[in-house]
């Protein structure tokens, strides 16, 4: 069993910074996937970003590539999203996910995930 939980949203104005973090507590496996979702109101939620915890390769959705970057601390067992130049259209609820068998032709699927932080909401004014 894995545990998740995110940390780090906020209210921000457009043009600015957030970084969140997401704490996981349980057995990480090397193979592991690590991804970051976001789910504004009255909308699917949507894939954002996604890490390997082995070597870390990253995968990022077109709407947030170059402005966003996802990290990890394999020691402390810690996934980061550092989030910059946002816009009002990211506002959501961000989740984070973890799954032990995603592949990258699968983690952009939410379906795929297995493990489920509560979510940060991350407001962004204009």
């Known amino acids: 069993q894995v545990q998740l939980v995110e940390s780090g949203g906020g209210l921000v104005q457009a043009g600015g910074s957030l970084r969140l973090s997401c704490a996981a507590s349980?057995?990480?496996?090397?193979?592991?996937?690590m991804g970051w979702f976001r789910q504004a109101p009255g909308k699917e939620r949507e894939f954002a970003a996604a890490?390997?915890?082995?070597?870390?390769?990253?995968y990022y959705a077109d709407s947030v590539k170059g402005r966003f970057t996802i990290s990890r601390d394999n020691v402390k067992n810690t996934m980061y999203l550092q989030m910059n130049s946002l816009k009002p259209e990211d506002t959501a609820v961000y989740y984070c996910?973890?799954?032990?068998?995603?592949?990258?032709?699968?983690?952009?699927?939410?379906?795929?995930?297995?493990?489920w932080g509560q979510g940060t909401q991350v407001t962004v004014s204009s």
């Open positions: 996910a973890a799954e032990r068998f995603a592949t990258p032709a699968t983690m952009r699927q939410k379906d795929m995930y297995n493990y």
């Open positions: 349980g057995r990480i496996f090397s193979s592991y996937v």
């Open positions: 890490i390997t915890w082995r070597d870390g390769s990253t």
